[in-house]
Nanobody, 124 residues
Framework: QVELAESGGGLVQAGGSLRLSCAASGSIFLINAMGWYRQVQGKQRELVAGITSGGSTNFADSVKGRFTISRDNAKNTVYLQMNSLKPEDTGVYYC??????????????????WGQGTQVTVSS
């Protein structure tokens, strides 16, 4: 089983910054892609930023130039640096990781894990 633990959310004024962290733990054999998603009440969860094991990144158009995503493979951790925050960035941010987990039998099984979510609120 793979678990994700997020931290770093909170309340910030418009123009401010926050840094989210997400650490993966458990029977991890490999982590391929990691990413951050945002969900606003009444709307679908949407991708904010993603990063592959090789370091390739992609961002939602709304956050390009303001957010950066990075990962520390040695720590199985992904970060989202959010600058120049706007009220429309408000939402619950979820971390996601995809990869292979090691089974007790020694085999591998693909996983798709989500964190519990962390609230980000940007006041105007």
């Amino acid at each position: 089983q793979v678990e994700l633990a997020e931290s770093g959310g909170g309340l910030v004024q418009a123009g401010g910054s926050l840094r989210l962290s997400c650490a993966a733990s458990g029977s991890i054999f490999l982590i391929n892609a990691m990413g951050w998603y945002r969900q606003v009440q009444g709307k679908q969860r949407e991708l904010v930023a993603g990063i592959t094991s090789g370091g390739s990144t992609n961002f939602a158009d709304s956050v390009k130039g303001r957010f950066t995503i990075s990962r520390d493979n040695a720590k199985n951790t992904v970060y989202l640096q959010m600058n120049s925050l706007k009220p429309e960035d408000t939402g619950v941010y979820y971390c996601k990781a995809e990869g292979d987990q090691l089974l007790p039998s020694g085999g591998l099984l693909g996983y798709d894990a989500w964190g519990q979510g962390t609230q980000v609120t940007v006041s105007s």
